[in-house]
């Protein structure tokens, strides 16, 4: 995998917590750095464990680690997609 380097301003209080040689700290830092544009749909789950070098499931268990939910769906958008399924299937047999 290729790197490179780049400048963050971070507040001065941060900087003991940010950097060092820890891969698995490096790993779980540059998969929040990526997080967002997972929420906002610029990329995927797949293409952001592309980016960091894993496998799409070891992302999605490592974001569950962190709190992060893999589902973004209310309760509401599940139970309607389970009624649509259940429509759809009665029709089918």
């Known amino acids: ?4 380097t780049i ?3 971070i507040p001065k209080e941060m900087q003991p917590y940010i ?6 700290v490096n790993l779980k830092r540059n998969a929040v750095l990526l997080y967002p544009y997972i929420v906002n749909k610029t990329i ?4 952001a464990a592309e980016i960091l070098g894993i ?3 070891d992302l999605i268990d490592l974001y569950g680690q962190m709190g992060f939910p893999y589902f973004d ?3 509401d958008e ?3 997609d389970l009624m ?3 429509e759809i299937r009665g029709r089918v047999r």
């Open 7 to 9: 400048e963050l301003e």
């Open 78 to 80: 599940l139970d309607n």
């Open 84 to 86: 649509t399924f259940h």
């Open 19 to 24: 950097g060092g040689n820890n891969a698995e």
């Open 1 to 4: 995998m290729e790197y490179t």
């Open 73 to 75: 769906m209310t309760m």
């Open 55 to 57: 496998s799409k499931l």
């Open 44 to 47: 995927s789950h797949g293409r």
